[in-house]
């Protein structure tokens, strides 16, 4: 059974602050990805990673960024968080030629004040 | 590019009543077609998908779904919903391997 996890469920930081978010797949896959989830907006790519050291954009990148050091690991760095990034960040893994069959973590709740 | 449309962001229905929840989608090119399911406070997982073949689609916990490519359309429906049927449900489109969007989502709440 696939598993992804993420570092934290709530997560609350001041503006201004860099803030880590977490993420590790147990599958050996090689692609990763970021999303915010927003009511009313669904599911909203932020960036995703299709092997180490490697990352691509998605639809939202601004104000993120990314690190991928390890096959099983991605992380998403804001540099400097703004209420405007108050969100549920969801984090997936998928093999190569199944992007679509994307495996999910619970999500954090990032709440910054 | 391609889109998905999610008409209803709400359903409400009755336990053990039958439920559609509609989805749209729109692309120049040949689509893949998905519908998760996020429980609360879960994560999404895949519920069922369409790549090819067969317009009628199965997926888990007795759910189904409908290709129709003239009317570009992937309505998700269950002859009969039950209360752990409860989520937030999400119609997906990709290109082959490129990357997957999402549709804004629609609320199932099954009433008891």
């Known amino acids: 059974d696939v598993k992804v996890t993420q570092s934290s469920r709530y997560l609350v930081k001041r503006t201004g602050e860099k803030v880590f978010l977490e993420c590790v797949q147990d599958?050996?896959?090689?692609?990763m990805f970021w999303y915010r989830q927003d009511p009313g907006l669904g599911l909203r790519l932020i960036y995703f990673?299709?092997?180490?050291?490697?990352?691509e954009k998605g639809d939202i990148p601004e104000g993120y960024s990314v690190s991928r050091e390890k096959k099983e690991r991605f992380s998403l760095i804001l540099e400097s968080a703004s209420t405007n990034q108050t969100s549920m960040y969801l984090c997936?893994?998928?093999?190569?030629?199944?992007?679509?069959?994307?495996?999910f973590g619970p999500g954090t709740r990032l709440t910054v004040t | 590019a391609q889109s998905v449309t999610q008409l209803d962001s709400q359903v409400p229905v009755f336990e053990e009543a039958p439920v559609e929840l509609r989805c749209n989608y729109s692309?120049?090119?040949?689509?893949?077609l998905f519908w998760y399911v996020q429980y609360p406070n879960q994560g999404l997982q895949l519920l069922l998908k369409?790549?090819?073949?067969?317009?009628l689609v199965k997926g888990i916990n007795g759910f189904e779904a409908e290709f129709n490519k003239s009317q570009t359309s992937f309505h998700l429906r269950k002859p009969s919903v039950h209360i752990s049927d409860t989520a937030e449900y999400f119609c997906?489109?990709?290109?082959?391997?490129?990357?997957?969007?999402f549709g804004t989502g629609t609320k199932l709440q099954v009433i008891p």
């Open positions: 997936a893994s998928s093999p190569p030629d199944r992007t679509y069959e994307q495996y």
């Open positions: 599958m050996d896959h090689e692609n």
């Open positions: 990673s299709y092997d180490v050291k490697m990352k």
């Open positions: 692309s120049s090119v040949s689509v893949y």
């Open positions: 369409y790549l090819s073949g067969s317009t």
């Open positions: 997906a489109v990709s290109r082959g391997y490129q990357k997957v969007t």
